[in-house]
């Protein structure tokens, strides 16, 4: 059974940092890219960065480019999403998803935007950021 497992959310102050981790079991984690997504209340679930199954390619939405990255630890099954500088308009339910897409797929960094090209999903993650 894929078990998806979010950790490190809560409650911050806008400016401030937080850092969220993903740990999956039950699949062969290195051959997953693996991204972030959020969902605010009456919201649709959007995109937030995603990374390559050997963490070679790093993709990112623009809004948040320059202030979250993301790593993977394939040794540990886990992914990590680093956020600095955080908006109040950021607080959302944060999302880890698996994706079994080819990187040799055409238009692989557009497809690995798109949530539904994600197999397995976390059970979200609160991310509140207060102003």
């Known amino acids: 059974q894929v078990q998806l497992v979010e950790s490190g959310g809560g409650l911050v102050q806008a400016g401030g940092s937080l850092r969220l981790s993903c740990v999956a079991s039950?699949?062969?984690?290195?051959?997953?890219?693996m991204g972030w997504f959020r969902q605010a209340p009456g919201r649709e679930r959007e995109f937030v960065a995603t990374?390559?199954?050997?963490?070679?390619?790093?993709y990112f939405a623009d809004s948040v480019k320059g202030r979250f990255t993301i790593s993977r630890d394939n040794a540990k099954n886990s992914v990590y999403l680093p956020m600095n500088s955080l908006k109040p308009e950021e607080t959302a339910v944060y999302y880890c998803?698996?994706?079994?897409?080819?990187?040799?797929?055409?238009?692989?960094?557009?497809?690995?935007?798109?949530?539904?090209?994600?197999?397995?999903w976390g059970q979200g993650i609160q991310v509140t950021v207060s102003s």
């Open positions: 998803g698996a994706s079994l897409l080819s990187p040799y797929q055409s238009d692989y960094a557009k497809l690995l935007k798109e949530s539904s090209e994600y197999t397995y």
């Open positions: 039950g699949l062969t984690f290195s051959s997953y890219a």
């Open positions: 990374i390559s199954r050997n963490g070679g390619s790093t």
